[in-house]
């Protein structure tokens, strides 16, 4: 059962391995960073993933969200993916949600799984994740893209600084794909980083910095982020 | 006045016509809102700013041969 994960397992070892057949993760998104997400969680063998996304596959999707194809036209993403992802490894238990995520429903959707992973295209719900994750201790990774520019970072309830302790106030000033065009690499880079961050939380080697990366410039930056001891979802507990 | 060395990363470039590492001067004792200000970087669009590489605040206090950094709101997945 082991030999589809031979050389993951010669980097990790067989201990690690297992930990990652046993996880449960749940991608919120199956958009272009959710697809790259996915691909990788799923060929890296996690036990469950639930993903949640409400959205049909649609023409300008194809550019850069990589498990779909022309047949899925129309299709629920979360449907035509897991479709895609058996048959990658029917090894792994894929539930695929038709649903928003919301302050509602994020409790539902999160029960019982280790890890959160976004996904999604907007800081509204990202918020939510992060009040929800904070709140309930459960590690979630962050990742945001728009042109050739990306963003990634774990974030560890009461352990690293949660999105609130380094997002400014926010407004409604966000580049997305909408406004700002996207470029397939940052999608497909930015996913599979935030698939690794959720590996290496679940093998207990988690990443603890800000990834900035730029693919026009060759620019990549790692940023050292503190806790704020004020933080009005975080705060009040111990600081770095 | 003290220098410092500034960048405007990704859509905040636009601002500034680079984004490639500058130098800009400030008085002694200005915070990062200031040298913010001086870019002509508008407030509601940063997502972060750093300090030397660590994440810092709008009034945080630069020295002499800091390098600093804005980042935008990456809202796309």
Redesign the interface.
Known sequence: MLERYDRQIAVIGEEAQNKILNAKILVV?A????TSILNSLVRAGVGFIRVVDMDVVELSNLQRQMLFDEKDLGEKKVIAATNKLKLINSEVNLEPIVDRITADTIGKYALGCDIII??????STREIINKYAIENNIPWIY?????A???AKTIIPKET?CLK???????N??????N?G?MNGITAVIGAIEANMAIRYIIGKPSTK?I?I?LF?D?F??????RDINCTVCGGEKVD | MIKVNAKA???LSKYIET?KNFEILVEEGSTLRDVLNKLGL?????????IN???AT?DDKVKDGDNV?F???????
Do not use: H, W
């Not at chain 1, 976004?118 to 800081?123: E, G, K, P, R, V």
């Not at chain 1, 990742?143 to 042109?147: D, H, I, L, S």
């Not at chain 2, 980042?71 to 997945?77: D, F």
């Open positions: 998104g958009g272009a960073l959710g976004d996904a999604t295209d907007n800081f990742g945001g893209v728009a042109a520019f990306g963003m600084a302790c380094f997002m400014k106030k926010r407004t000033e966000e580049y997305t794909a909408r700002s996207i800000l900035y730029d410039e620019d930056q790692t940023i050292e982020v503190k | 990363f990704a859509m984004n508008p407030e509601d669009e940063i997502f972060t700013c750093t590489g660590e994440n709008l950094g980042y935008p709101y990456l809202g796309g997945g």
